[in-house]
């Protein structure tokens, strides 16, 4: 049997770490004034309330599956900015080689590192969740795993 993607987290105001910053990058993205400092603190809980209003969905301050599905941005080669920080901090996340200069940086640039690296990771999820492309394009599915957590150790 196939498997499934892991559930979107559902993460609110007090949460730190994973995958904070990456929330702070795609507000960001969005236009939202945030540092990314991986707390959920009380200019993200605004950030993310004022687009929750702006895409009228509810007004809770918690990030769940709606909030994340109209936040995400697809990115590819070739884009720069905030939403291609936040996939490379997902690769961040996942990096267990204790060498920050081995890590994929975070530089806001989709080029040949990152496409690797997302291409990898679509590779290995697609071994369980056949519905995966591997076509280095982080859509919603990919989005979706790597915000999950999934591969994360």
Known sequence: MAGTLSPWPQIRQG??????PTLQYLLSAR???VTVDGSFGTRTDAAVRDFQRQKQLAVDGIVGPAT?????IEVRRDDEGDAVRGVQEEFRFRDLSGDPSKALPVDGIFGPKTDSAVRGFQSAIHAD???MSVDGIVGPMTWQALVSGMLSF
């Open 68 to 72: 994340w599905s109209a936040l995400i």
């Open 31 to 33: 236009g939202h004034a």
């Open 129 to 131: 969740v056949p519905a």
């Open 15 to 20: 949460a730190k770490e994973h995958p904070v």
